[in-house]
């Protein structure tokens, strides 16, 4: 008989882990590719936003790890 509680945690850690991935693989193709956006600025802040996104799930890990 599978705990539903720790499949639920799992899930919830896989699920953002995947985002953190996908994220951090869109920082690798504008850092490797910026020509894909016109100017330099907006690769930056392109960037800061995928940062801002893999943290929001990097403290979502934190909190399931810590607290659960």
Known sequence: ???????????????AEAHIEKHRMNVEVYLNNPVGVGEHSEVMEEIEK????????????????TYF
């Open 50 to 65: 995928q940062l801002d996104l893999m943290a929001q799930y990097h403290d979502q890990l934190e909190m399931i790890e």
């Open 1 to 15: 008989m599978t705990d539903l509680r720790e499949d639920m945690l799992k899930a919830m850690m896989l699920h």
